[in-house]
């Protein structure tokens, strides 16, 4: 990339092109680097499976497959890695297509009734406790999907990362409907925090790779919260717990204003 001069300064029209034109070859170098980092972070990701499946299929190959034990050792370890890389390939994907298309299929859901059901099957595939709080229904205009997947990345979080019951608040503030999810964990340390939506971001790597993280969950969530004009914010103690706060705008409640004002 170049810079582009413009020597003329006392044109005040090219002066301003320059400046936009400039402006426009800093936003490239930043895609382009963070495009970069993300090719160069996702090849790391799928790496290291690939190398442990490798290197069992040669121990099978070189060893024969007479010893039932390493056999079933190197046929777990396979199965193992080739699920994370699935599904490493399952969010990048997500991820990418979240980034490039930004389109999303909105219409009238019920919010707190999404809630409880996602939380429901949850609870039973993980026999955790859920609790749900929302007194009302909360209608809002959103992706039915993407509000889906955002719910699971944020409550199996809850999850992984505690071993206690997990709270979800729902209500509405100016403007907003605020949904909260809060567990009781092990929380993430203060100097992380400001990390914790990058791509394949980990306050621990051995840790999450126990846990089968992949660091991609909150990139995901802050994409599909972006793409409805809302926020993601977190707070978090280590050893007390962690607390996502998600704002999402009032959209219904905006519509039957507006359409409210037409009548008028
Ligand atoms: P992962 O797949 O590793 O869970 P995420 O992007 O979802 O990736 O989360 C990034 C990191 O943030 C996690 O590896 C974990 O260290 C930390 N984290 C996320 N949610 C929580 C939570 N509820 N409690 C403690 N740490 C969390």
């Given at each position: 990339f170049q810079r582009i001069h413009i020597e003329?300064?006392?044109?005040d029209e090219l002066d301003q092109m320059g400046h936009t034109f400039n402006k426009m070859i800093e936003m490239l170098e930043n895609n382009y680097e963070k495009q970069q980092q993300f090719v160069s972070d996702a090849s790391h990701e799928l790496r290291t499976p690939l190398t442990v499946i490798e290197s069992y299929s040669r121990m099978l190959k070189r060893w024969?497959?007479?010893d039932p034990d390493r056999l079933k050792e190197a046929v777990d370890a396979i199965y193992d890695e080739s699920q994370r890389m699935k599904g490493l390939t399952i969010q990048m994907l997500s991820l990418a297509s979240g980034e490039l298309d930004q389109s999303l299929e909105l219409k009238e859901i019920d919010l707190s009734l999404l809630t409880k059901e996602t939380s429901k099957k949850l609870k039973q595939v993980y026999e955790r406790e859920i609790t749900v709080e929302a007194c009302e229904p909360t209608i809002i205009l959103a992706d039915d999907a993407k509000m889906k997947q955002l719910l699971v990345i944020l409550l199996e979080n809850g999850l992984k990362y505690s071993s206690d019951e997990l709270r979800i608040i729902l209500s509405r503030v100016e403007g907003y409907v605020k949904v909260e999810v809060s567990d009781r964990g092990i929380g993430i340390p203060n100097q992380d925090i400001p990390h914790i939506?990058?791509?394949?971001?980990?306050?621990d790597q051995a840790r999450s790779r126990k846990t089968g993280g992949s660091g991609l969950g909150l990139a995901i969530a802050k994409t599909i919260v972006d793409a409805h004009g809302g926020k993601i914010t977190v707070k978090s103690q280590e050893q007390v717990g962690t607390t996502f706060t998600i704002l999402l705008p009032d959209l219904q409640r905006k519509v039957i204003r507006d359409e409210g004002k037409d009548n008028e």
């Open positions: 003329n300064k006392s044109n024969g497959m007479s939506f990058e791509r394949f971001f980990r306050v």
